[in-house]
């Protein structure tokens, strides 16, 4: 009787134990997590989303598979509102969403339904800076000519990427950018500047050092301005747009609008994701972005690679959401080129 009520206790108190929380390890293993890319196959986003699905997996606890998928739509916005509202929040799911997250949302952009300093991020592969350019013989040769004179570029359309830029610097720091719509991308409105077409274009630098490597030769042309917070480490030399700013709200409002630059090719998880697997993620993803096979790979493709930690992205994230409504007003308005 007594080893009886012994076995009854020992199950009771088995019963009422609370259960053990699945470490990462144990989540992952055996498991797929699935990368969603918020463009088409082929493009710069899809390129880095492949590399790290390659080496996120032997740095990740458990060596989970990880599968790309695209979800192009609405400049980046479908792929952005799915991993806000309707992806797995337990860590299966990643996202390389569009640089200029936070700008689309401030700003007030038909169908955005996320806030982007909820998401948890996990980590920048590379920056994506834009240049503008001109050929040699331009009499543009500074980013100061351009509040004096005149610089016809080429764009695809009134709400497309660059042709924002040129309107916001217009309006916060008086520059005379006059866009061309109809070029379908920045290749195009390149050779559109080659042409004659148009007097400048502004490509991102990667399109430069990869297609356009003539254009590293100050003889041939030169960049008059970069689209970034700050001064990129290979354009120390080429001034930012915030140093457009004359007071502490404009350069907000600049810095809002290049904060796709800084945000570049990263990645995101859902809001609600484990802190536990947050962490894991981030520590995967800096062991990737440093690992040796992967150094190698960007090497040999020639792709950029300025690699920084989720948790400096995130805070990068927190301040530049953190506006006040006349800085709202004022990035609506230079959005719109009003």
Known sequence: M??????????????SAPARAETVEEFYRGRAVTL??????????????RVLARYLPRHLPGN????????????????????YSLAPRDGSALGMIADNSITEEIVGTPGVAYVTKNFGWIGRV???????????DSPARTMADLRLRELVVGGTSAGGFTSVLHNVANLIGGTKFRNVYGYTASPESCLAMERGEVAGCT???????????????????????????????ELAGVPAMTELASTP???????????????????????????????????????????????EEVRK????????????????????????????ARAKQAHDGQ
Request: neutral net charge; glycine residues 10%.
């Open 2 to 15: 007594d080893a009886w009520i012994h076995r009854a206790c020992v199950a009771a108190l088995a019963l």
């Open 64 to 83: 989970p598979g990880v599968v790309t998928r695209n979800m192009p739509g609405a400049g980046g916005i479908k792929a952005g509102n799915y991993m």
């Open 249 to 295: 709200a404009d350069r907000k409002v600049l810095a809002l609008f290049g904060s796709a630059s800084d945000i570049g090719r990263s990645l995101v998880v859902p809001p609600g994701t484990p802190a536990d697997r947050v962490a894991a993620l981030r520590a995967a993803f800096i062991a990737a972005a440093n690992d040796p096979e992967l150094l």
């Open 301 to 328: 493709g020639g792709l950029d690679h300025d690699p920084l930690a989720g948790e400096d992205l995130q805070k990068i994230v927190a301040e530049l959401g953190d506006v006040t409504p006349d800085i709202v």
């Open 203 to 233: 490509p991102s630098w990667t399109f430069v050092k990869t297609a356009r490597r003539e254009w590293l030769d100050p003889a041939r042309a030169r960049v008059l301005m970069q689209w970034g917070i700050g001064r990129h480490r």
């Open 36 to 49: 969603t890319v918020a463009f088409p196959p082929g493009g710069g986003y899809d390129i880095y989303s």
């Open 126 to 136: 590379m920056m994506s800076v834009n240049v503008t350019m001109v050929l040699a």
